[in-house]
């Protein structure tokens, strides 16, 4: 089983600023890397899939980098709406794994 | 539009058999191109992936659940379906559906969700 590490589990920022998130694979899981963002009382939402491509209607200012064991979801500037819970899910092998999720926070 | 929508009893008895299904509109199980997942969430805690079908029937399980999940499918009804037995408490979480893309053509993440429902296991 690939285990995915999420860094920090809190990230405090304010509206406008950037916000870089971490996800660490154990083994290789090549670009099969995506990122999702859960709010309170929603299900998950596909946010970038590929490693670094946006879903569809996911707006500009995410962007996702990284292969092979780091990987990095930024935020360029944090809209009140971006506050919630991201996840990184590695499908390069079963069991399809995901990380324990950043609290990005006011 | 697709859509997933989860149904079953939100209260389990401790070790009896968990049991939800999925339902889909908007698109069809029998899809050649995606398969078909559950996701559980404990409350307050992360993801975790349960098992896999496809529309073949295939099944694929997380390994420390294997023993005591079954994932089936109802193409008649375009829907699909969970059972876990012999619950606990440690099993009480929001369960979600949801579709992936095909996990041999590189594609294995999720697309859609269900909303998801919250199943507790208590006495």
């Known amino acids: 089983e690939k285990v995915m590490t999420q860094s920090p589990a809190t990230l405090s920022v304010s509206p406008g600023e950037r916000a870089t998130l971490s996800c660490r694979a154990s083994q290789s899981v090549s670009s099969l890397l995506a990122w999702y963002q859960q709010k309170p009382g929603q299900a998950p939402r596909l946010l970038i899939y590929g490693a670094s491509t946006r879903a569809t209607g996911v707006p500009a200012r995410f962007s996702g980098s990284g292969s092979g064991t780091e990987f990095t979801l930024t935020i360029s500037s944090l809209q009140s709406e971006d506050f919630a819970v991201y996840y990184c899910?590695?499908?390069?092998?079963?069991?399809?794994?995901f990380g324990g999720g950043t609290k990005v926070e006011i | 539009q697709l859509q997933l929508q989860e149904s079953g009893p939100g209260l389990v008895k401790p070790s009896e058999t968990l049991s939800l299904t999925c339902t889909v509109s908007?698109?069809?199980?029998?899809?050649?191109?995606?398969?078909w997942a559950w996701i559980r969430q404990p409350p307050g805690k992360g993801l975790e992936w349960i098992g896999t079908?496809?529309?073949?029937?295939?099944?694929y399980y997380y390994p420390s659940l294997k023993s005591r999940v079954t994932i089936s499918l109802d193409t008649s009804k375009n829907r699909f379906s969970l059972k876990l037995n012999f619950v606990t408490a440690a099993d009480t979480a929001v369960y979600y559906c949801?579709?992936?893309?095909?996990?041999?053509?590189?594609?294995?993440?999720?697309?859609?969700w269900g909303q998801g429902t919250l199943v507790t296991v208590s006495s």
């Open positions: 908007g698109g069809s199980v029998s899809s050649s191109n995606y398969y």
């Open positions: 899910q590695q499908y390069n092998n079963f069991p399809l794994t």
């Open positions: 079908i496809y529309y073949s029937g295939s099944t």
């Open positions: 949801a579709r992936h893309g095909d996990y041999y053509d590189n594609s294995a993440y999720y697309d859609y």
